[in-house]
């Protein structure tokens, strides 16, 4: 991409004419594996790229986490600014998911549900229970009754905020929540389990 | 729907948007929903949001542009019916510590003109309310308290200071003053009467000798008058029976000890204001300094072995052989456990000596012994941090620095002045410790507690502060003080305080546009939310909110479904109408809110490994010592509602434990008394909550993946793999 100043009108972009819009010089384009060059990698979807990449096991592993989270659309040269919320923030995660577990790693995620539709909090619990069935440990702060329904034990701070709270109402399984009467938390999770 | 009542955008190619045309009706409460990446945001923001702020743009002279900056065109054919758009989005607003909820909300600058034009005024010396007086009142109170008194009348021209004032004296006596009152001994000013220059004196002329008489009103009119202007506004009145004084003013003072206040203005309440700022933090509240039980972090280590930390162990380098020599003169050895040193010659190790010392010529190889001066770990921490512009170098001093409360103004970040104004005998740093409901609460009834005068300053301001507390309410916002910074606010947190200042507004005619404004809510504060977006719908606006929550959606007036799939395979409208109207459609959003489709509850639980991360005595932030289990191996879910201190465990209590026990960090966790079972896990990973993450971090997942593609692309051409 090349820029033209327009001064009083937005910059306009334009292909640049000396690389076409690979952005890598000649000498580095000629470099190849399996025939293609650096540049058509990155026009790869992450789809393609598991494929492509199949027989090298470090780069297979992070495509795939990527995959998993539910972004095999994005292509590897994306830029990043096209993402929209919840793709970055999903690519995120995909980074610290693909750091090697060891069934013994504790996961600490903040509301990681921000900017997600029912549909990727669905392939998201997929991913941690994933972790989970290996062994690892995950805490999960989080509003969303669709997360807190399906989590193996709840631990519910209260009852108010500020002053009020900061006390440990109760924990254990969802089941065993919602027959406690004062948190707030067991009286919409009896309706969302009700449903 | 006639044109004038709708929004209509034609030919939206902005991201992966397909060329669609949408139609948004006007004062409704719309709501675009759709799979993450389905191109919700890239209509909401970057097409109608971009158009309207490229179009606000457009209306200045092209000179004013070129200051702002362009707005790029979005990609888009044409839209109409477009009103003024303002965006309120997640980006945390500001990390500037001087930034806080009261300042944000506009509800401190209340308090400052509050206080400033209706607090009362108390000493700090005595607690003593403060009075100032008008002339015609001073001269009424001498003569009741005095009537029939022998007085003299003094006017203060020197308190509390050094000198031996022998030009003043003169002065004195050469405007024809023949006494003058120093440090409580009445004087005869004879030519070349001075005083002892280095000792503390408080001088008062006097002005005059009388016994108060109703009477003679005229000569004490005459002798106030004068008095005042040699005393800059202040008089002091002798009884010269008794020998007590007492004081009078133009300006704020203490009857009993004389001191004063500057008359208040609204800056001298603002910690941003040199006026009110605290001198010792800036206005900050919060100071830095070397810890030494980080600079000592073990005391049974040797210096040799690295007992003092930002040395290190022992290396053949000039500050060793420096602490070396002082270790001969003071008696210690390298060896020594540090604790085990005597305190002054560690004091000297770590202040330095103000002495030269002799350093052995031993290790400098030459045959003379080196004389200098040892300027101590301390000072070389401090200069690193002040001078040295290397980030590694600041980063290295900032692990022997602690923050800590401002010792002299308690974290209140405001001057000792200011903080002794007091409404309702609070003052204006107390009333900002409060949370949103207590403050509610305070105001209430504030009336009844007021003074007539005050209430007549003060009704417009309470009208508004109560206005603006209301909406911070209505956003769910109970929970928050006013002094909290604004950084440490969460996402969701500050765009909720953003749309409780644009409620309070009251513009008409705008087109809002949030993004999930519903995030880091519980359920319970949820409804409340909507009810603001009705509310804002109500005054007259359009109302676009990009949003996940099933409520909201059901709320709407207006739903809009994006889709099909994400990315490259989304980007269509597939579903748009009443939220009804939707429902009976066949996409994702439908399906799930029809419950056709929804997230399984699992059978049956993960038993765990049976065992369990337990923290206990957590008592940070508003956490009343509670203690938690973590059982391992299981999908645990905090829950709570908002600023019920759930981040306060995890965030700032459980995973600062951790880290520092993995990483070595440096972040302190809050109050807790122990931690167990820390050893049945081996690393901790944390996802933190940054809604919109930055691109740097995805770059970097994609360089990365780029960079080990070139270097396997450089050992393909060396091994010559056929194309």
Request: aromatic share 6%; glycine share 8%.
């Amino acid at each position: 991409m090349k820029v033209i100043e327009m001064n009083f009108l937005p910059d306009v972009y334009v292909h640049c004419d000396k690389c076409n819009g690979k952005r890598y010089n000649r000498e580095t384009l000629e470099v190849r594996f399996k025939g293609k060059s650096i540049s058509d990698v990155l026009d790869m979807t992450i789809n393609q790229g598991v494929e492509f990449f199949e027989s090298i096991p470090a780069i297979v592993h992070r495509l795939r986490t990527i995959q998993e989270v539910g972004l095999g659309y994005i292509t590897l040269g994306q830029s990043s600014t096209t993402l929209s919320g919840g793709e970055s923030q999903r690519v995120k995660l995909a980074t610290e998911l693909s750091k090697r577990d060891t069934g013994m790693t504790l996961y600490i995620l903040d509301e990681p549900t921000t900017g997600l539709h029912f549909e990727d909090i669905r392939v998201l619990l997929e991913v941690l229970n994933k972790l989970v069935d290996k062994g690892n440990t995950v805490i999960v702060i989080e509003h969303n009754m669709e997360v807190i329904k399906v989590a193996d034990h709840i631990i519910d701070i209260g009852p108010e905020g500020g002053k009020d709270g900061g006390r440990l109402l109760c924990s254990g399984s969802p089941e065993a929540i919602i027959s406690m009467n004062q948190s707030y938390t067991a009286k919409y999770l009896k309706e969302e389990i009700g449903i | 729907m006639d044109g004038e009542n709708k929004i209509v955008v034609r030919g939206a190619r902005e991201h992966n948007l397909k060329n669609i045309n949408v139609e948004i009706p006007r004062n409704q409460l719309t709501v675009i929903t759709g799979l993450s990446g389905s191109g919700k945001s890239s209509l909401a923001f970057d097409t109608i949001y971009a158009e309207g702020q490229r179009r606000y743009i457009e209306t200045f002279s092209a000179y004013a542009r070129s200051f702002l900056g362009n707005m790029e065109r979005p990609d888009v054919d044409e839209i109409t019916g477009l009103s003024p758009v303002i965006s309120i989005e997640q980006k945390t607003t500001n990390k500037n510590p001087r930034s806080t909820v009261g300042t944000v909300t506009e509800i401190y600058d209340f308090f400052r003109l509050l206080f400033a034009r209706a607090g009362e005024a108390f000493s700090y010396n005595t607690g003593e309310k403060m009075v100032k007086y008008t002339d015609e009142q001073i001269i009424n109170l001498i003569v009741e308290k005095f009537n029939g008194k022998r007085t003299m009348i003094l006017a203060p021209v020197v308190r509390g200071r050094k000198g031996h004032y022998r030009e003043l004296f003169e002065q004195i006596r050469k405007k024809g003053f023949l006494y003058a009152r120093v440090d409580g001994e009445i004087c005869e000013m004879s030519h070349g009467y001075k005083v002892d220059r280095y000792k503390i004196h408080s001088i008062e002329m006097v002005i005059d000798k009388l016994v108060v008489d109703e009477s003679d009103r005229k000569r004490l009119r005459d002798s106030v008058n004068i008095a005042m202007k040699h005393g800059q506004g202040i008089i002091m009145i002798l009884d010269q029976q008794t020998g007590d004084t007492r004081f009078f003013s133009r300006h704020l003072m203490c009857p009993a000890t004389g001191i004063s206040y500057n008359d208040p203005a609204p800056h001298s309440f603002s910690f941003n204001s040199p006026q009110g700022a605290c001198h010792k933090c800036n206005g900050l509240g919060e100071i830095t300094e070397i810890d030494f039980e980080k600079l000592v972090p073990d005391p049974a280590l040797s210096i040799a072995q690295g007992g003092i930390a930002p040395l290190g162990p022992h290396k053949n380098t000039m500050i060793f052989w420096q602490i070396e020599a002082l270790a001969d003169k003071y008696g210690f050895t390298l060896k020594t456990p540090v604790g085990e040193i005597a305190e002054e010659s560690l004091n000297a190790i770590l202040f330095g000596t103000g002495e030269r010392i002799q350093l052995k010529n031993s290790p400098l190889g030459s045959s003379i012994d080196y004389m200098m001066t040892y300027e101590g770990v301390v000072k070389y921490i401090l200069n690193q941090k002040s001078d040295n512009p290397s980030k590694t170098a600041q980063k290295w001093a900032d692990q022997f620095h602690k923050s800590m409360k401002c010792p002299e103004c308690n974290g209140q970040r405001l001057q000792k002045e200011p903080l002794h104004f007091k409404i309702d005998g609070k003052n204006i740093s107390e009333l900002a410790q409060l949370d949103v409901c207590e403050l509610s609460d305070f105001f209430e009834d504030i009336e009844k507690r007021l003074s007539s005068r005050q209430l007549q300053i003060a009704t417009e301001v309470i009208k508004e502060i109560r206005t603006r507390l209301r909406f911070l309410i209505d956003v769910g916002l109970t929970y928050l003080s006013l002094d909290r910074p604004a950084g440490t606010l969460s996402g969701g947190e500050s765009q909720r305080i953003r749309l409780a200042t644009q409620i309070g507004s009251q513009l008409v005619n705008v087109l809002y546009i949030l993004d999930e404004p519903s995030i880091g809510l519980h359920h319970r504060d949820n409804l409340r939310l909507i009810k603001s977006l009705q509310q804002l719908r109500d005054t007259g606006n359009s109302v676009v909110v990009v949003e996940h929550d099933r409520d909201m959606m059901l709320q709407a007036d207006y739903l809009i479904d994006m889709g099909p799939m994400a990315g490259i395979h989304g980007g269509e409208v597939v579903a748009a109408g009443l939220p009804a109207e939707v429902l009976k459609s066949n996409t994702l959003t439908a399906q799930y809110l029809t419950g056709k489709k929804k997230i399984e509850i699992p059978s049956k639980h993960r038993p765990g490994n049976g065992k369990s991360l337990i923290l206990k005595g957590a008592s940070g932030n508003n956490l009343k010592n509670i203690d938690v289990e973590f059982p391992l191996g299981k999908f645990i879910c905090v829950t709570g509602v908002s600023g019920s201190g759930k981040s306060t465990l995890i965030n700032e209590t459980l995973q600062p434990i951790l880290s520092q026990y993995f990483y070595k960090s440096l972040l302190d966790p809050l109050a807790y008394i122990s931690i167990e079972g820390i050893d049945l896990i081996d690393k901790v990973v944390q996802v933190d909550q940054s809604p919109h993450s930055c691109p740097k971090l995805k770059s970097g997942v994609i360089s990365r993946d780029a960079s080990r593609l070139m270097l396997k692309g450089d050992v393909a051409k060396n091994v010559k793999v056929p194309e």
